[in-house]
Nanobody, 126 residues
Framework: QVQLVESGGGLVQAGGSLRLSCAAS????????MGWFRQAPGKEREFVSA????????YYVDSVKGRFTISREGNTNTVYLQMTTPEHENADIYYC???????????????????WGQGTQVTGSS
């Protein structure tokens, strides 16, 4: 069983940056593939970024490439999402997710992830 707790959300100014954290419990954290998804009001949850078990492979949706960075720290069982100039017209909820597999081909599909956090809200301010 894996439990995920996101933090770091809040108000982000135009042109600003924000770092989200996802703290995972469980001894086998290092063998899990981790992802970040987001959901805007009234819209479906969408893939943002993912990282394999050892951090050697990272994946991003095209709209955030070059602006967001995903990373993971094994010692603290934490996954981070550093966001620079996030596009937020409304309040998006960012979710952390974990999949059983060390690597994942269908990393952008939400149904591949077995565990989810409760989400953290990011609100843009122009």
């Amino acid at each position: 069983q894996v439990q995920l707790v996101e933090s770091g959300g809040g108000l982000v100014q135009a042109g600003g940056s924000l770092r989200l954290s996802c703290a995972a419990s469980g001894r086998t954290f290092r063998s899990y593939f981790m992802g970040w998804f987001r959901q805007a009001p009234g819209k479906e949850r969408e893939f943002v970024s993912a990282i394999n078990w050892n951090g050697a492979s990272t994946y991003y949706v095209d709209s955030v490439k070059g602006r967001f960075t995903i990373s993971r720290e094994g010692n603290t069982n934490t996954v981070y999402l550093q966001m620079t100039t996030p596009e937020h017209e409304n309040a998006d909820i960012y979710y952390c997710a974990a999949a059983y597999y060390a690597s994942l081909t269908l990393y952008a599909k939400a149904d591949q992830y077995a565990y989810w956090g409760q989400g953290t809200q990011v609100t843009g301010s122009s």
